[in-house]
């Protein structure tokens, strides 16, 4: 169901309990909510979370199934997509982490996994292009963010949008959409100068 959707960083840091709860819904506002499947909008993102809201998702519910350094949950978000926590170390270090995975598609869960570790190896502290947008996406609050609607052209239609301020008021643009002035301006300051090439 998921094959053509990228696996994915959407959040930079170390998400807490109420940021993590806020990541796993964040595509709420979409339009006609109850009407389709969302897997293909939610299968593949993942986020760092801390050790307590790992540990609080592995009470909560029974799992549906565990293994050594992952567990998935036995309520699924949408039709084959369920949550995924990890227990990874990486470089030395104990980390945790929340994964859609597509568990129809088999080994997603490892493939997630391998994705994980492969980014959090990168040896220089880098954020691409795209993870600036999910960031900004993933961060921004409700009121500030949504989907383009009836307003729009057809084809743009269902594509997230964000508030930004533009000489002097605020316009409703794609978040594609955004300049590299207007992505600065929405990204914490520690974020803003990182370079975009892990190579760099």
């Known amino acids: 169901m998921n094959a053509t959707s990228p696996i994915r ?8 309990r109420r940021q993590m709860f806020r990541l796993f819904d964040r595509h709420a506002q979409r ?7 969302a897997g293909a909008l939610y299968g593949n993102e993942w986020f760092e979370l801390d050790q307590s ?3 609080y998702m592995l009470e909560i519910l029974p799992p549906l199934w565990m293994r050594p350094d992952m567990f998935a949950l036995s309520e699924f978000l949408t039709g084959s997509v369920t949550s995924v926590f990890f227990r990874l170390s990486i470089d030395g270090r104990v980390r945790y982490f929340h994964g859609y995975c ?3 598609d088999k080994g997603s869960a490892e493939r997630m996994r391998a994705a994980i570790v492969e980014r959090e190896s990168w040896p220089v502290k880098a954020i691409t292009h795209e993870e600036r947008l999910e960031h900004i996406w993933s961060s921004t609050h409700d009121d500030y963010r949504g ?5 729009w052209l057809p084809e743009l239609r269902g594509k997230p949008t964000v508030l930004v301020y533009v000489r002097g008021r605020t316009v409703l643009k794609l978040l594609e959409d955004l300049s590299d002035e207007e992505i600065a301006a929405k990204l ?3 974020l803003r100068h990182l370079p975009t090439d892990v190579a760099a």
């Open 9 to 16: 960083k959407i959040y930079q840091g170390i998400a807490d």
């Open 31 to 37: 339009p006609n909510r109850f009407a389709n499947d």
């Open 53 to 55: 809201g790992h540990d």
């Open 102 to 104: 597509d568990l129809c």
């Open 147 to 151: 989907y383009a609607g009836e307003d």
């Open 188 to 190: 914490p300051v520690h």
